[in-house]
């Protein structure tokens, strides 16, 4: 177990425990790989992970874009989903993908 302090509103501390193996448990269980495609009028359709900033890699096709995420999630071993974007901007599918076996 480790122990991790907590401010109060005084500004006195205490020291709380915490069980680390059931917090990494919780989070292994909620964690899931989220994939968004993307159609940029200038270079063609890109894919990039959810909460990243940088595009993974930009696509000529929506197809081969869609094709890459999945590629992508079975090989991380994570359960995920892709978000596809119209050309308009629009959520057009969103399609879920298991992990690789």
Same mark, same amino acid.
């Given at each position: 177990?480790?122990?991790?302090?907590?401010?109060?509103?005084? !500004? =006195?501390?205490?020291?709380?425990?915490? %069980?680390? /193996?059931?917090?990494?448990?919780?989070?292994?269980?909620?964690?899931?790989?989220?994939?968004?495609?993307?159609?940029?009028?200038?270079?063609?359709?890109?894919?990039?992970?959810?909460?990243?900033?940088?595009?993974?890699?930009?696509?000529?096709?929506?197809?081969?874009?869609? %094709?890459?995420?999945?590629?992508?999630?079975?090989? /991380?071993?994570?359960? !995920?989903?892709?978000?596809?974007?119209?050309?308009? !901007?629009?959520?057009? =599918?969103?399609?879920?993908?298991?992990?690789?076996?």
């Amino acid at each position: 177990m480790a122990d991790e302090e907590k401010v109060l509103e005084d !500004g =006195a501390t205490i020291e709380v425990a915490v %069980d680390e /193996s059931q917090k990494t448990e919780k989070a292994k269980a909620k964690v899931k790989q989220v994939r968004y495609i993307f159609k940029d009028p200038e270079k063609g359709w890109f894919e990039k992970e959810r909460d990243n900033v940088r595009v993974t890699k930009y696509y000529r096709t929506q197809k081969e874009a869609i %094709d890459a995420a999945k590629i992508h999630i079975k090989n /991380s071993g994570l359960p !995920g989903s892709i978000v596809i974007q119209s050309k308009k !901007g629009k959520i057009r =599918a969103n399609a879920k993908v298991a992990k690789k076996k």
